[in-house]
């Protein structure tokens, strides 16, 4: 078994925000219908948490944590070694409905962005209503020409999922996003 | 900039987060049709100055289709409904008659 690389291997950069990739973050997508009962209770026991609201992501700062990615898909989170755990709990838990569990962990990146606000790197290079999001509110949109999915924990800090082929895009984004002296200081 | 409210996910996404998808409530013939009503499903489109109704897929968001109401003049939007919907709803129907008393559905 080779050995598991992130997309940037842990590359940061400081400007007015510091950007980071995250590094091994394990990921688990689950499509699935969201109000079957079986669902509820797979979701239930192979993470200990219940389904979060739309849009919504598993309270509290548990390692671990569910993210609503549409009306039939879930994002898992959680340490890279644990995905395929996560997985083959899922698969236990589903039996025989419809769905599909699949650890993408190696598939994505993720990053993180730290400031004093972090709404000054994101609005540059999202379309998305900033003012709007709440706290931990998963947003599912674009940053300039490729997709991605953040939330803020805080206004200090954002965590960004994109594809693994587009890291070295977003990071180069963010960072000239976060460059000292580039603050709009609209919010 | 156009913004319209997926139905699915409640988010106000921007048109550049969206797919267009072309007229909405088109009607595909069945076996036995004619050549010509292929034709007129598959080409023909009034391709109004007005209010239209419209696919969209929310491309960059949670990916599923859903329906709008506009105006492709001014880009008003009158509201945004599920795919699975075969005819415009009476809501939406009645935000466009509050707005454009002479317009009515053909």
Redesign the interface.
């Given at each position: 078994m080779s050995n598991a690389f992130s997309a940037l291997q842990g590359v940061s950069d400081t400007g007015f925000a510091h950007v980071k990739e995250m590094g091994l973050v394990g990921m688990v997508t689950l499509k699935a219908d969201l109000d079957a009962a079986i669902t509820k209770k797979a979701v239930k026991s192979a993470i200990g948490e219940g389904i979060p609201a739309?849009?919504g992501m598993s309270d509290g700062s548990k390692p671990d944590g569910v993210a609503w990615?549409?009306?039939d898909?879930l994002l898992f989170l959680c340490k890279h070694e644990e995905a395929e755990g996560v997985v083959n709990a899922l698969t236990k838990g589903m039996g025989d409905a419809h769905h599909l569990a699949v650890n993408v962990s190696d598939a994505r990146a993720v990053f993180t962005i730290e400031a004093r606000d972090v709404r000054e790197v994101l609005g540059k290079l999202t379309?998305?209503?900033l003012a709007?999001l709440k706290p931990r509110e998963i947003?599912?949109?674009?940053f300039a020409q490729v997709?991605a999915a953040f939330w803020m924990n805080s206004p200090n800090h954002a965590t960004v999922i994109c594809f693994r082929s587009v890291a070295q895009y977003m990071f180069d984004l963010l960072v000239t996003a976060a460059k000292e002296g580039a603050e709009v200081r609209y919010y | 900039m156009l913004t319209l409210t997926c139905p699915v996910c409640g988010v106000d996404a921007c048109e550049t987060e969206l797919a267009a998808g072309g007229e909405a409530h088109l009607k595909r013939y069945g076996p036995g049709s004619s050549d010509d009503q292929f034709e007129e499903y598959m080409f023909m489109r009034p391709n109004v100055k007005g209010v239209h109704f419209e696919r969209w897929r929310h491309a960059m968001g949670c990916g599923k289709w859903f329906l709008a109401a506009r105006d492709t003049a001014t880009l008003e939007v009158f509201g945004t409904y599920p795919a699975q919907t075969l005819e415009p709803p009476a809501d939406i129907l009645k935000a466009i008659k509050a707005k454009r008393p002479d317009w009515s559905l053909t």
């Open positions: 739309a849009r990615m549409a009306p898909e379309p998305a209503n709007d947003r599912r949109s674009r997709p | -």
